[in-house]
């Protein structure tokens, strides 16, 4: 695990060394997960997105018996000094008081998680307020809170590569016991301004394109959002080749954790579920730092945020899931779960068309296909 | 439970009870289910659709501690004498052999029910092949399958009624074990044919608009269903307003089922969720017969059956998931099944900002809301 007051050396040295231990998915078991697929007993592509998943988990997990057992959100919490311009309809003290609520099992990501049967693991990685001691909050501090981004650069590169080492230790961690998916979200008052800014650094677009109404800001509050996105992208002017320079500009220790345990979530062979746009904002940054990253990610729920479309256009991972939700915590990546069970889970109970003595389809002649009710080998859970 | 050798007058009159029972949702509870989610710690309207799915749940069970629980998928199967003509890509044989498939658990169904922790009830309403006695079939066969609708009606009214009230009766008797919600799925080699007879009766629109590729067929069998539909839509002439006359013209026995199944559950007061088109079709008609049934229904899956966005405006119900999935079987319903048990827990669940202590959204002026901390006797299960 990262100790985020090491050095900056120690930092870069393990965002390195797990970039170098990320490959682009191996395209072959794809192709015979596609081929497994054909001999279900369901019509070629009838699964439709649920095969997608399925072909991706053996192409990642490298098998032909996908899992996604041990399914964890890894929620990271932090404030953003940027609240002080009033940008968001919350005070910056709900950051902390949601912290709390999780512990308590109060908020929505408890629920959804409890319902999808789903873990959830807590990582403070710089809430202002001081929490107390609890066994369910990991704490991996950054920093008390990032300086606001409107004035100056919300951390320090420093800081930027330490957050990023929190979270690909996170990941680390959550494949060392057991996971073989996870899921990214977030809590911090502020921080989709944070995201909309990465987005315009990223995507080139106007501010005003990309700055939406968060937890539902009025209409004064977002005019000033788009101004103080405008200005700091101006201000600050990080190269979109730099992520480490764009977190230091731009915040947040969430973002830069999440971004890690994108990272670290590749290198670990394990798919990991983008929550919506600031879960989006980290992996876009992700990508920027190992494109083959996104071959590992799956986009869980669409935000109506206007700049979520911009980013997923960048890891070009379309959202599984279009509910309306806009309120981040993982809550989406928790639902994703029950689609990419279920994916998985087709995948390997299914019968095949063999071992079901279900004919398959007619050719076109209207005549069966030659392998009709040929004996195979196929494994299955519930034939002879 | 219905006995489909029951007379006319029987079933017409279960029908006709059952539809008497119907009573649109209370909106008063709606109204009192959204004043709760304006409680719970969480940005206003930021679930989304799930609040949607909450706040109905909570109108159709009139009470705020809305459930889930017990879910089941009742699966319909039947054969149609219409695949004769050539408008499937699968043999006829498919019906059975995917019966047994799915007694045997090898099917998408059985996998995606497991996954989300939903049970299966396996209903023969009157497929053509005799099945093997087993406990896991449900047997109410209305006939051997149906005529072909493209010569003659499909079946008769009486037996268009009888199968009707064999889909009341398997809600009846899920309400009676113990189920709180219902999903409603088919199994019929050949029944997008007479769904996509159904919604042009029903929505005026000409069969090639309609008509789709079903599992999979080329183009010949396209242009060879859409004339099918074309001339038995032209021949009969069903009536819009006569569900029965409509059922009995263009199948199936399934088809007639769910229809049941969704006015079973509406009288029974269990919401009900709408797999795919061919589910949409019965659903529409039930909508017919009792147009409160439709405060009922939740659209599970969209389907990329050209006909589903036409049938999916009679019943009113937006699709809670576009995943690409075109098989039928109650796969859409099982995994919205993990959607509304989301939504219900989190409604239930979840904290109130006043026991969590957490600060609501600032005023205009940048002041608390007057009833921020002040305590409150909300329930929750996890306040202090």
Not at 17 to 42: C, F, M, N, Y
Not at 306 to 311: E, F, K, R, V
């Amino acid at each position: 695990m990262v100790d985020p007051s090491g050095g900056v050396a120690d930092a870069a040295a393990l965002i390195d060394s797990t970039v170098a231990r990320i490959t682009p998915v191996d395209g072959t078991w794809i192709e015979r997960a596609r081929d497994r697929q054909r001999h279900l007993t369901k019509p070629e592509g009838s699964l439709g997105r649920l095969e997608e998943v399925a072909n991706r988990f053996c192409g990642i997990q490298e098998t032909l018996e996908p899992t996604a057992a041990n399914p964890r959100i890894i929620l990271f919490a932090a404030d953003h000094g940027v609240a002080a311009e009033g940008v968001s309809a919350y005070p910056q003290s709900v950051t902390s008081r949601m912290v709390l609520n999780f512990l308590d099992g109060g908020a929505a990501i408890n629920a959804l998680a409890g319902a999808n049967r789903v873990e959830l693991r807590v990582v403070d990685v710089g809430v202002r307020a001081m929490l107390p001691e609890s066994p369910d909050l990991v704490r991996r501090r950054i920093g008390n809170g990032t300086e606001n981004l409107a004035r100056e650069p919300a951390m320090s590169r420093a800081q930027a590569a330490a957050a990023i080492g929190v979270g690909i230790g996170a990941a680390a961690e959550a494949a060392d016991e057991g996971c073989r998916v996870i899921g990214i979200g977030e809590m911090g008052i502020a921080n989709t301004t944070s995201a909309a800014g990465v987005a315009a650094v990223l995507t080139h677009r106007p501010a005003r394109a990309l700055v939406g109404r968060g937890t539902g800001i009025d209409d004064p509050t977002l005019e000033r959002k788009v101004a103080v996105v405008r200005r700091a992208v101006g201000r600050h002017r990080p190269s979109p080749d730099d992520a480490i320079g764009i977190l230091s500009a731009l915040g947040g220790f969430e973002i830069a954790a999440m971004c890690g345990a994108c990272l670290g979530a590749a290198a670990e062979r394990m798919p990991v579920l983008v929550d919506g746009f600031i879960s989006t904002s980290a992996a876009a940054l992700a990508a920027v730092l190992c494109p083959a990253v996104r071959e590992y990610m799956f986009g869980a729920h669409r935000s109506p945020e206007p700049g979520h479309g911009a980013l997923l256009g960048i890891i070009d991972q379309p959202p599984l899931l279009d509910l309306g939700m806009r309120l981040g915590e993982g809550t989406g990546a928790a639902l994703a779960v029950a689609i990419v069970r279920s994916a998985v889970t087709a995948f390997r109970e299914m019968a095949t068309f063999d071992n079901a003595r279900v004919p398959e389809r007619l050719g076109p002649g209207g005549h069966r296909s030659a392998n009709d009710h040929r004996p195979t080998r196929d494994r299955t859970t519930h034939g002879p």
